[in-house]
């Protein structure tokens, strides 16, 4: 069998299909990074989702296969020979699935190495989510096959490519609810829209149910001798919706298995002060705890005591719990898996903690934290990322008349903000009128 199966891989195209769909799979995932470089589940979406360009190349390069074939009357050849069909087709079958399958393994594994060393949290839905990729993969060459048989014409390869990635693409914007375009379309649905996003267990086992229920129609397409039997392919696709249905989660359900749990969970220093990070950035550690503990120590003269990151979501909503001794802080990921932005953790951390909570709404001055946390730091006010900060002219104001007053002065002014920040009262005038 290993023969035979080297014999194929010599004969058709598949090796170079392999090549193509692994270029291009690397290119377009080093492309975007910043897409992905937040951990091991964001890389796994993000190649889901670039099944829009890779599956049409496998269909593809199915069909350019059967046309290949069809060129050469190989068909004819193998019916002289006293074999059953099975003999025929399995060959074939087998190099082309395990083509794409390496292909897709081999741009998975080109990226890995560029969070290898910083992506500490690995979850197990990212071996099913690409465990599903991978059978959309080895499904849609098959496809390519049976479509490439029954219409074996040079243009049926490119026309495909170009009909699979419209449908992959503007298809599953035809469907009214999340789960359902998900599972039939399992490109869609894996953005991320936050670093602790997951897929459910249910929606991984509806995909997969129609991505096998797809590969057994292209084979069934493919096996069939007489064209007037084709409609049978419509059986395994059939009962692969139907299944499908019954097993993807929708609406709430949907919802609330998008977020992963465990991801949200803190991991934090062994000493004190104590810092804390989601088990999603657990790499950032060591690079956060230094910069939230001098924070930390300009608010010595407040109960803050502590520093979590905040793990809010919005889609579905979640939020920590608020803790009056614990500031929160916002951690982002660039592009190389570092915390981006590294010289805004300090101000944006003390800024929210003279914010006051969330639910205070419209009693939250930012001009008023802003200069409290500058007048802290000894620093000019700024907001923006780095490199691209610039001025607020009223935070700066007040950020000036704090630096003429006493230091004991305007010490009182700041944790007067603080203290009304937490009861969620207006903290407009507090730094420019004396609180003695």
């Known amino acids: 069998m290993n023969r035979i199966l080297g014999i194929e891989l010599r004969r058709s195209a598949a090796l170079g299909a392999a090549l193509l769909i692994a270029v291009v799979g690397t290119i377009v995932l080093h492309a975007t990074v910043g897409r992905w470089s937040t ?130 693409i503007l298809a599953p914007h035809a469907l009214p609810d999340g789960g359902v375009t998900a599972a039939f379309s399992p490109a869609m649905g894996m953005s991320m829209f936050s670093d602790y996003d997951t897929v459910s267990g249910g929606v991984s086992s509806a995909q997969a149910l129609w991505m096998v229920a797809v590969a057994v129609a292209g084979v069934v397409l493919f096996a069939v001798q007489n064209r007037r039997f084709a409609f049978t392919a419509l059986l395994p696709l059939a009962v692969g919706a139907t299944a499908t249905a019954l097993v993807v989660p929708t609406g709430d359900a949907y919802d609330q298995g998008t977020l992963d749990p465990v991801a949200q969970e803190l991991v934090c220093t062994g000493d004190t002060p104590r810092v804390c990070v989601s088990r999603a950035h657990e790499g950032l550690l060591p690079e956060v705890a230094p910069k939230a503990r001098h924070a930390l120590e300009l608010l010595s003269k407040t109960p803050v005591v502590a520093a979590h990151e905040d793990t809010t979501t919005f889609l579905p909503p979640t939020s920590p719990r608020s803790w009056a001794d614990t500031a929160l802080m916002t951690i982002t990921v660039d592009k190389h898996g570092r915390l981006a932005h590294p010289g805004r953790l300090e101000p944006a951390m003390l800024t929210e903690v003279f914010t006051g909570p969330l639910s205070c709404g419209d009693t939250r001055n930012f001009q008023v934290a802003t200069a409290a946390a500058y007048w802290l730091l000894d620093r000019e006010p700024t907001v923006g990322p780095d490199g691209l900060e610039f001025e607020d002219p009223e935070a700066e104001k007040l950020w000036k008349g704090l630096k003429a007053l006493p230091r004991a002065e305007a010490d009182a002014r700041v944790t007067a903000v603080h203290q009304a920040a937490q009861k969620c009262q207006d903290t407009t005038d507090l730094l420019t009128r004396s609180v003695r």
């Open 39 to 168: 951990g091991w589940m964001a890389l796994a979406r993000t190649q889901r989702e670039y099944l829009a360009v890779l599956s049409p190349l496998a269909m593809a390069a199915g069909a350019w296969q059967s046309y290949r074939e069809h060129r050469a009357n190989v068909a004819e050849l193998f019916t002289s020979v006293p074999r059953p069909r099975p003999q025929h087709i399995v060959p074939i079958l087998v190099t082309t699935g395990l083509a794409v399958l390496v292909a897709y393994l081999v741009t998975l594994l080109a990226a890995a190495p560029r969070i290898a060393d910083t992506a500490h949290y690995l979850p197990p839905a990212a071996f099913v989510v690409v465990a599903v990729g991978l059978v959309a993969m080895i499904a849609s060459v098959w496809l390519g096959l049976a479509v490439g048989r029954l219409v074996p014409a040079l243009a049926t390869a490119p026309a495909l490519a170009v009909i699979g990635f419209a449908l992959l």
